[in-house]
Each structure stands twice: as structure tokens, then as C-alpha cells.
């Protein structure tokens, strides 16, 4: 995940983490864009970008992401 350069060890962690989550649900390509998305948006509110608050914000996109499609 080149375009997060905080801590990007970890990042690869948490789409791995949720990768295996929403597997069968989502793509990859999605979990990543939803990851990228998280990322910025705390940048933007917070000035950080946490792994932790990354992989929350990411998480709940994916959730909404997923009951929409069940819709």
C-alpha cells in the first residue's frame, strides 16, 4: 500500500485483517479503496492516521458497503 507511507507495515495488516474479514463479501480492490479512503479522512479530521482509527473507520465502510448490496 504505497500511498500510505505511515506505518505501512501495519497498514498491511489491517487490509490483511480485513481482506480475510469481508472475504466472500467485498473484493480486495475494494477493502484497500475503503482502507485509502479511511486513511484520508482521518488525516483530514485528526491530522493522524492511526492503524487502529483506520481500520475502524474502513471497517464501518465495508459494513455499510455490504448492507447496501443486501438491500
Known amino acids: 500500500m504505497s500511498q500510505l507511507p505511515d506505518n505501512s507495515d501495519r497498514y ?16 480486495a480492490t475494494t477493502v484497500t479503496r475503503c482502507i485509502q479512503a479511511a486513511h484520508y479522512g482521518a488525516v483530514e479530521v485528526t491530522g493522524h492516521a492511526y492503524p487502529g482509527l483506520v481500520e475502524r473507520i474502513a471497517r464501518k465502510h465495508l459494513q455499510v458497503l455490504a448492507t447496501v448490496q443486501g438491500s
Not at 498491511?12 to 469481508?22: H, K, P, S
Request: hydrophobic content about 45%; cysteine-free.
Open 12 to 27: 498491511e495488516q489491517v487490509e490483511a485483517a480485513l481482506r480475510d474479514e469481508f472475504a466472500g463479501v467485498h473484493p
